[in-house]
């Protein structure tokens, strides 16, 4: 065994149907970011896989789950945002039979991640960026798959079918579970916190973050989503969501609400303050319809990360429809 198995931490599962166990990555906090682990007779597939010292916590699991390293055929990435990506190449490191599965647009950056590195760099800033992620760890060329959008891979005979769904990146993939309804959706489906659950199910908003946030991209995503009629969605932020007509629904209506939000603060002296503003205005009203357990001082707190991330985007989306 590898120096990567030695003196491993208690992972947060959480298990679901299907062979699916979902692994708290400990990014940030518990609670905010979930790989998948997908099992089928004694092989597996990791679908995203946190940052570097994620690594840790999915050696783990499969140790707790009763699985060998040498028992991963794929590491499945949704897109190569590092809080999705950023522990790809250590991880397969500990993984000798992996292939890592991504986008032709993702491909590049985790075979040379310096682009990846330089553009994290400057949303970031130096400083968090090395605390949050440390050194990305290239991907050997040999041992990436590169997709095409409808094109199925097996995991032990149970079939997956791959497409592009742009909107949040242009190099966002995600993974439909054929035979069992369910979609690994990524970021693509929009994020939704277990705290934030209530008697009326999960509530769930956009993920609108820079660079290659497209409004219209994104609606044609989550709708060719839909048309699946899935049973379950697989997200990153957090897990398995179901109720899936609703929560497209509600994802649709708030991508339409955000680009007004932009549109209508392209001129405010202060553009990235009335976005946030009108973007927390959004979220502050449904949640409150919903019936989210949270005051607004907790919902503040939780929604913080999101709502700056969210502004960037929408922010760098006005100055590209300006160019």
Known sequence: MSDEISALPTPRLTRHPDGITAVDTEYLYPGHAAAHLVRQDGRAAFVDVGTNDSVPYLLAALRALGLEPEAVDYVLLTHVHLDHAGGAGRLMRALPNARCVLHPRGAPHMIDPARLIAGSRAVYGP????????????????????????????????????????????????????????????????????????????????????????????????????????????????????????????????????????????????????????????????AHRHGCPLDDARLAQLLEGDLELNTQGLVHWLDTRAG
């Open 127 to 286: 400083e968090r960026f090395e605390r949050l992620y440390g050194r990305i760890e290239p991907i050997e060329a040999g041992r990436v798959h590169v997709t095409r959008d409808g094109e199925r891979l097996s995991l032990a005979g149970r079939e997956f079918e791959i497409l592009h769904t742009p909107g949040h990146a242009l190099h966002h993939q995600v993974f439909v579970d054929l035979a069992h309804r369910g979609i690994f959706t990524g970021d693509t489906f929009g994020i939704s916190y277990r705290e934030l659950d209530s008697a009326a199910g999960a509530f769930i908003f956009p993920t609108t973050t820079p660079t290659q946030f497209d409004p219209a991209q994104l609606r044609a995503s989550v709708e060719r989503l839909l048309t699946y009629a899935p049973q379950a969605m697989y997200l990153m932020h957090y897990s398995r969501v179901t109720d899936v007509p609703r929560l497209g629904a509600s994802l649709l209506e708030q991508i339409g609400a955000l680009e007004r939000i932009a549109r209508d603060s392209a001129a405010a002296p202060d553009r990235s303050g009335a976005i946030r503003a009108g973007m927390w205005q959004l979220w502050l009203e449904r």
